[in-house]
């Protein structure tokens, strides 16, 4: 079965610094999706940016951007120029290609962001 | 555009009474639609999902239920409450098209007392 990891419960950062989330998972597909989803204290649930696994190019998305290393199962995502509305729970997520199939969700990262 | 609308927000309820949480989605047809369970500072959990009018697939055995009645309405239920379901539910959709992407409501509170 998939799964996906986040090993860091709880982050922090300097506003305008640089900071990285780390997420692994576990397949034995070739081809899948990788999400990054924001939960603000609003609790709704945003997309931040996505990743298709045939893509060699890291996706970005203005601060965002992700490190996709596929030979090491490793999804992280970093944020530049962090800003006190980042401040929220980040979950990384996975999916295969194929059929109606719901995401599997890590436990997700707190980021806090200090003005 | 799609949009996604989930009632009601909050709801307080007591151990043994009913439930019932809805979802619609607008602007997209035979969506997949989705119910999950968000414990207080925990991970999402994945209680329900559905491919089709009814057609329902349950990922963990509780006391809760799902139906579809319509194509982009989603509802979820329970006969009576128990402490344990207390948490923040939330309904999401995805078309097969979107590579998968699934969005989601604003999400309910559920408080059994």
């Known amino acids: 079965a998939q799964t996906v990891t986040q090993s860091q419960p709880e982050m922090s950062v300097q506003e305008a610094e640089t900071v990285t989330l780390s997420c692994t998972y576990d397949?034995?597909?070739?081809?899948?999706?990788l999400f990054w989803y924001k939960q603000p204290p609003s609790r709704q649930m945003i997309l931040v940016i996505r990743q298709e696994a045939y893509k060699q190019q890291n996706a970005t998305e203005n601060r965002f951007s992700v490190n996709f290393q596929k030979a090491a199962k490793s999804f992280s995502l970093k944020i530049s120029d962090s800003q006190l509305g980042d401040a929220a729970m980040y979950f990384c997520a996975y999916s295969i290609t194929s059929g109606n199939t719901p995401l599997v969700f890590g436990k997700g990262t707190r980021l806090s962001v200090i003005a | 555009s799609q949009t996604i609308h989930q009632w009601p927000a909050t709801l307080v309820q007591p151990v043994g009474s009913p439930l019932s949480l809805e979802c619609t989605v607008e602007g997209t047809s035979n969506p997949n639609l989705y119910w999950y369970r968000q414990a207080a500072g925990r991970g999402l959990q994945l209680l329900f999902y559905s491919v089709g009018i009814g057609q329902i697939s349950s990922e963990v055995p509780q006391n809760l239920s799902a139906s579809r009645p319509q194509d982009r309405q989603f509802i979820l239920s329970s006969k009576k409450l128990l402490l344990s379901d207390s948490g923040f539910y939330l309904c999401?959709?995805?078309?097969?098209?979107?590579?998968?992407?699934?969005?989601f409501g604003e999400g309910s509170w559920l408080t059994v007392v």
């Open positions: 999401a959709w995805s078309v097969g098209h979107s590579g998968n992407t699934i969005y």
């Open positions: 397949t034995s597909e070739s081809d899948y999706y």
